[in-house]
C-alpha cells in the first residue's frame, strides 16, 4: 500500500490549496516503505524534496541529509511484513 507525502508550507491557507501547490511545485515523495526525507545544505541555505536551489546559491560542494523513518506507519509495515 503506497502513500504520498507532501512537503506543505505553513500559512493560512486552506489545507487543499496547500497540498495542491506542493504537488504543483514537485513538493511530494511516494513510498511503499518508510518516510524518506532529504535536505541539501549550503552555506546560505537549506532545501528539500522539491525545492530548487536558485543559481546564486549553486556551488560545486552540499551537504547532503537523507533520513528514513520507519516509525511512521508502523503497524501497516508490520501486517505486510509479518507472514
Known amino acids: 500500500m503506497s502513500i504520498t507525502y507532501f512537503n506543505i508550507d505553513d500559512d493560512d491557507e486552506s489545507m487543499v490549496t496547500r497540498a495542491v501547490r506542493a504537488i504543483t511545485a514537485d513538493k511530494a515523495s511516494v513510498t511503499i516503505g518508510p518516510l524518506v526525507t532529504l535536505e541539501i545544505n549550503t552555506d546560505l541555505s537549506s532545501y528539500k524534496i522539491g525545492d530548487r536551489i536558485p543559481r546564486q546559491d549553486q556551488r ?24
Open 60 to 83: 560545486s560542494e552540499y551537504r547532503l541529509h537523507a533520513a528514513a523513518d520507519f516509525s511512521v506507519r508502523k503497524g501497516i509495515w508490520q501486517r505486510l511484513i509479518t507472514p
